[in-house]
Nanobody, 125 residues
Framework: VQLQASGGGLVQPGGSLRLSCATSGFALDRYAIAWFRQVSGKEREGISCISRRDGNTYSIYYTDSVKGRFTMSRDIAKNTAYLQMNNLQLDDTADYYC????????????????WGRGTLVTVSS
């Protein structure tokens, strides 16, 4: 199982970025995929998660601080999950990670067995 996050960079406040999480080695639709972020010296924070609910439906969850600004999606055919981040603010500066959990969504980092390397997002004027 492998995950690789990409798409980070430097952006001005109010700007946008789209992060990608390329996955391999497992069936994407059978795992919850989450985005976490971490600022140096602080705990890793779960910000968005997608998992299958039943049949072909799925659920997406967001932490309050990103609701209305960030949108998570996934492309099963490409084995890739995305995080569209709009109206970025200074507080969004962090290393962003994607992680996989066989099961339903959780914002608890301890529950995730598989992690990709982080991609740095810097919001600065």
């Amino acid at each position: 199982v492998q995950l690789q996050a990409s798409g980070g960079g430097l952006v001005q406040p109010g700007g946008s970025l789209r992060l990608s999480c390329a996955t391999s080695g497992f069936a994407l639709d059978r795992y919850a995929i989450a985005w976490f972020r971490q600022v140096s010296g602080k705990e890793r924070e779960g910000i968005s998660c997608i998992s299958r609910r039943d049949g072909n439906t799925y659920s997406i969850y967001y932490t309050d601080s990103v609701k209305g600004r960030f949108t998570m999606s996934r492309d099963i055919a490409k084995n890739t999950a995305y995080l569209q981040m709009n109206n970025l603010q200074l507080d969004d500066t962090a290393d962003y990670y994607c992680a996989a959990l066989r099961g339903l969504c959780s914002f608890s980092a301890d529950e995730y067995k598989y992690w990709g390397r982080g991609t740095l997002v810097t919001v600065s004027s």
